[in-house]
């Protein structure tokens, strides 16, 4: 499955961006999907991750109540939307996509299989 990222952007501190991730190429159905953010000097973390029927939703602890994924199999797109954004958000927004997996691995980079090309998000204090 093909992953386009896009909807990053600069924003203020206290701001919100809603982030987009389309698929295409395989039944985006099928798979789990997840989104990881990488800062600069920084490893890849998880943000967030949903499963196939958009049922159940986990995320880090860092994102809670701030943060919403959500998706639309008639579309084909996962979305983040991310709400009082902070300077520390500041990173390369990845999607990515994975076969069912048990939801304690969602936070595994290493589970998927198919990755987005990222896009920027940028939150000035």
């Known amino acids: 499955v093909q992953l386009q990222a896009f909807g990053g952007g600069l924003v203020q501190a206290g701001g919100f961006l809603r982030l987009s991730c389309a698929a295409s190429g395989r039944t985006f159905s099928n798979y789990d999907m997840g989104w990881f953010r990488q800062a600069p000097g920084k490893e890849r973390e998880f943000v967030a991750a949903?499963?196939?029927?958009?049922?159940?939703?986990d995320y880090a602890d860092s994102v809670k109540g701030r943060f919403t994924i959500s998706r639309d199999n008639a579309k084909n797109t996962v979305y983040l939307q991310m709400n009082s954004l902070k300077p520390e958000d500041t990173a390369v927004y990845y999607c990515a996509a994975t076969q069912p997996t048990y939801r304690s691995r969602w936070s595994w980079g290493t589970v998927y299989d198919y990755w987005g090309q990222g896009t920027q998000v940028t939150v000035s204090s």
């Open positions: 949903i499963d196939t029927i958009g049922g159940i939703a």
